[in-house]
């Protein structure tokens, strides 16, 4: 798990230091560029910006994985990658995807007022895990660290002891099934092409 959030977090450090800001930093944009899933890339730059052109809206068809400020039209800046890789970080621990409603305004109030659970993760994860999460799910966004904080993060930390602890953690298969079957279908229903007739 920390190896890929390490990886995440220095592609999005990457972009930060030269003022760009990736717009959506979520679990669908994560590509493993390997078979056994060790190298990780970040996909998906249609949202992507420089810093200061936050004028265009950042819109998405995975409403759950929208950081506050862009549900509320806000503008966006930095933090809202700092936003993503928390729910990169929650689902990868979880296998749940954590503002997910039974409805769009179920989902956005569950954004809007952080209804989340951090129970829902492994009972493996650390505290420097959950710790990260939190960090990183503020609703204000100038309270989310910044992504040299991330980096540099305890929890991501290669030497630190609980690193290994995380690292063992057994991935919940049956919770990341049914999120990426819903997800499938969602994005498969969405970009359904009606047939031309001529």
Not at 56 to 63: A, D, H
Not at 73 to 97: H, T, Y
Not at 140 to 158: F, K, Y
């Amino acid at each position: 798990m920390t190896e890929v959030m390490i990886q995440l977090c220095n592609a999005v450090e990457y972009l930060h230091h030269r003022d760009i800001i990736h717009g959506s930093v979520h679990p669908c944009n994560m590509m493993m560029s390997s078979l056994n899933g060790s190298k990780v890339v970040l996909a998906d730059f249609s949202q992507a910006r420089k810093v200061g052109d936050n004028n265009e809206p950042i819109s998405s068809i995975y409403t759950e994985f929208l950081a506050p400020e862009v549900v509320m039209n806000e503008g966006i800046g930095k933090s809202v990658d700092l936003w993503g890789l928390g729910l990169c970080a929650l689902v990868l621990l979880s296998g749940k995807s954590p503002f997910h409603g039974d409805s769009d305004e179920d989902t956005i109030s569950r954004i809007q007022y952080l209804r989340f659970r951090i129970s829902s993760v492994h009972p493996n994860s650390s505290e420097s895990a959950h710790k990260f999460i939190y960090h990183c799910l503020k609703r204000v966004p100038g309270n989310r660290m910044e992504v040299d904080e991330a980096v540099s993060h305890q929890w991501l930390d290669v030497g630190h002891h609980l690193h290994q602890k995380s690292d063992e953690i057994v991935f919940p298969a049956v919770n990341f099934h049914e999120l990426v079957t819903r997800l499938h279908l969602l994005r498969t229903s969405l970009l359904k092409v009606e047939p031309v007739v001529w």
